[in-house]
């Protein structure tokens, strides 16, 4: 036992000196790595409150942290190079002394098991070891505080993602020294264990690129909306862990599927008036899409691919296709999201991206895995998805971001007329509970073949987080509510906002709003929620598929002219079950209403016999095309007043939809 505690004096003398002679000669380590892990006992318990004194006299470094309440430690920042770790603590038999070697870069998980009987150490010792430690402390404090003003002064530049608001990676998520291999809690890895055996083969490193990304601070104060955990918001993933992860590329890929069922049962299963159901009583695929993020050297890149029904709906529902040569449709069909950038150190960071990206108006996010429900409101439906152009993404602050756009237009791939869409976002988070996105669009013309008529909207939200007791085994963690309104217009052209003697009234004015509630440590929730549209002119409803309708040919069956009007409702309930932060499975029940026939009937919105090409014109009973966009002249090519075939549309409609969604 004298003999320990001489060596334990000894070292911690050392440390001291060393500590001492190093803080005239801190600098930087661009290759410094980490070591964490967690400290048992012997029955497997975790042991709070142990002080471990890290030195590497190679380095003439030393370094103390101590154990959380889980038992979890992490340091970083240290040198590569051989270490000894001493542990300590009241209680314990005795201090414990490890070794090690680290890597450059590496970042080592060691996991300590230590006896948690009494130490037997004389009480003046362990008051002189106490009192010797907290020296250590505050000397090791001081040395962490210039390293890190050091490193900052030093350090590569920063890349701040585009997804902000998405969850980090946890610090202690990156255990092994093989991405994508997981650690096993209370477990010591093979390549600690071989680092600790003296004489033991050193493995092979990996390239940089491929290492795992650096811990970064317990509390991140710099990175954008690092402050807390935003998880909860409509419209942001769930996942607060990423399964592998490297420096140079952070993969995504996602999985939606659903089976939906209409009280109207049309008989050629064809939905309309959505933009996430398409089929009655099928299993169909939402999408299916494999991509990632890319950071090196503050160079950013994304991709995302697109498959499944999403390939097929979002491009039919933009008519700028229609303008010019090349087919734009077929050539973004299976992207979401393709852009690149670069991203520069100015305040908490400005990215300049160019390509394909989502364009965050209407709360909801494009993919459904994010979104507290199935199928939004109309506000979120008839809003773009995506814009094609070029966007500034600033951050004064870690909770303001201030975006401008100059995109292509309205959830376009192609510019419709001589001007491009002008827009931008601002996002405010204060507070883990709080939320605030404000988007505006304007000086686009929208409208294919009308260059005189331009558009501007406004898209506004708020986000609450009102209760939050995530300590609670079980029953109710969490609730949140949300609130959308958007108001827009468009003029000249022969319309205008307001109506009057320049033209019919064209406009749109909606509202939706949801109350959400997570119980079972947020294993399951409860959404319920709804809202209205009041679209006079309906230039932003979504045109029902009646013979294969789309943005372009547009129907004589459901008209677009300036002064239609259309006033639509829904409501909707919600029941998810998550056992797993990357699965989500879906149980929802939706009505909708609308003023005007709208909905897929029992008698469908095909043709007999098929989709006849003609999408434009009226059909015959037999299903081919008349040739004429006019009622009138359509009964004389069909034979009469009854040869004219017409879709089945009606006012309302009630679904019931399962999906399951992935997202990793």
């Given at each position: 036992m004298k003999t320990r505690a001489i060596r334990l004096f000894a070292a911690a003398f050392l440390a001291i000196s060393v500590l001492v002679l190093s803080q005239q000669a801190v600098r930087a380590q661009p290759a410094s790595g980490s070591l964490m892990g967690?400290?048992?006992?012997?029955?497997?318990?975790?042991?709070?409150?142990?002080?471990?004194?890290?030195?590497?006299?190679?380095?003439?470094?030393?370094?103390?942290?101590?154990?959380?309440?889980?038992?979890?430690?992490?340091?970083?920042?240290?040198?590569?190079?051989?270490?000894?770790?001493?542990?300590?603590?009241?209680?314990?038999?005795?201090?414990?002394?490890?070794?090690?070697?680290?890597?450059?870069?590496?970042?080592?998980r060691t996991d300590l098991k230590l006896d948690s009987t009494d130490s037997g150490l004389p009480p003046v010792v362990e008051q002189q070891l106490e009192a010797m430690q907290e020296q250590i402390s505050a000397m090791g404090k001081r040395i962490g505080q210039l390293e890190a003003a050091l490193e900052k002064k030093n350090a590569p530049d920063r890349v701040v993602v585009a997804n902000v608001g998405a969850p980090r990676a946890p610090l202690l998520a990156t255990t092994s020294k093989e991405p994508g291999v997981p650690f096993s809690s209370g477990a010591v890895t093979a390549a600690t264990e071989a680092a600790a055996e003296p004489g033991a083969p050193t493995a092979t490193p990996l390239p940089k690129a491929l290492e795992a990304p650096d811990a970064g601070p317990v509390t991140d104060s710099f990175t954008p909306f690092a402050f807390g955990d935003f998880t909860w918001l409509n419209g942001n993933p769930r996942n607060k862990d990423t399964v592998l992860d490297t420096k140079f590329f952070t993969p995504e890929i996602r999985f939606d599927t659903n089976y939906t069922e209409d009280t109207n049962q049309p008989k050629d299963h064809s939905l309309g008036g959505s933009t996430e159901t398409f089929r009655n009583g099928e299993v169909q695929i939402e999408q299916a899409s494999v991509g990632g993020d890319f950071h090196w050297q503050s160079v950013r890149g994304r991709i995302l691919t697109m498959f499944g029904m999403f390939a097929t709906t979002t491009p039919r529902n933009d008519a700028s296709t229609a303008v010019g040569q090349w087919d734009l449709r077929d050539s973004y069909r299976y992207v979401s999201e393709a852009w690149g950038g670069y991203h520069f150190n100015v305040n908490h960071g400005l990215n300049i991206d160019a390509g394909i990206f989502t364009s965050y108006i209407g709360l909801f996010s494009y993919y459904n895995y994010d979104n507290w429900t199935y199928q939004p409101s109309y506000v979120s439906s008839n809003t773009p998805w995506f814009f094609n152009g070029v966007r500034l993404q600033w951050f004064p602050t870690n909770k303001l971001k201030i975006e401008p756009w100059f995109v292509n237009g309205w959830q376009s791939y192609a510019k419709f007329n001589g001007h491009p869409g002008l827009g931008g976002q601002i996002l405010y988070r204060p507070h883990e509970w709080l939320s605030l996105v404000f988007n505006n669009y304007g000086l686009g013309t929208d409208t294919l073949g009308n260059p005189n008529r331009s558009r501007i909207h406004t898209d506004d939200s708020i986000q609450v987080r009102y209760y939050n007791k995530p300590e609670k085994v079980s029953g109710l963690d969490k609730m949140a509510f949300s609130f959308t309104g958007d108001l827009g217009c468009e003029y000249g052209g022969g319309v205008t906002c307001h109506g009057g003697a320049g033209g019919p009234k064209q406009a749109f004015l909606g509202w939706m709003a949801y109350n959400r509630w997570w119980f079972g440590e947020d294993r399951y929730a409860i959404t319920l929620g709804g809202g209205m549209l009041n679209n006079p002119g309906r230039y932003l409803t979504l045109l029902p598929p009646i013979n294969g309708a789309d943005a372009v040919s547009g129907s004589p069956y459901f008209t677009e002219n300036p002064g239609d009007k259309f006033h639509a409702y829904d409501l909707t309930t919600t029941f998810d079950w998550m056992p797993r932060q990357y699965v989500t499975w879906r149980f929802e029940t939706g009505y909708r209403h609308s003023d005007v026939p709208y909905w897929t009937g029992r008698g469908g919105v095909t043709p007999p016999g098929g989709n006849n090409g003609s999408p434009a014109d009226y059909a015959c009973s037999t299903g081919v095309s008349s040739g004429q966009t006019t009622l009138a002249a359509a009964q004389a090519a069909c034979g009469g007043p009854n040869g004219v075939w017409f879709p089945d549309l009606r006012r309302s409609q009630f679904v019931a939809t399962i999906a399951v969604m992935v997202k990793f």
């Open positions: 967690t400290i048992r006992d012997g029955s497997g318990a975790a042991i709070p409150g142990v002080k471990l004194l890290i030195a590497n006299a190679d380095a003439n470094t030393a370094r103390q942290i101590v154990s959380d309440a889980a038992g979890d430690y992490l340091i970083t920042g240290l040198a590569p190079g051989p270490y000894e770790v001493v542990a300590t603590r009241t209680g314990l038999s005795s201090p414990q002394v490890f070794t090690l070697t680290l890597n450059a870069g590496e970042q080592l």
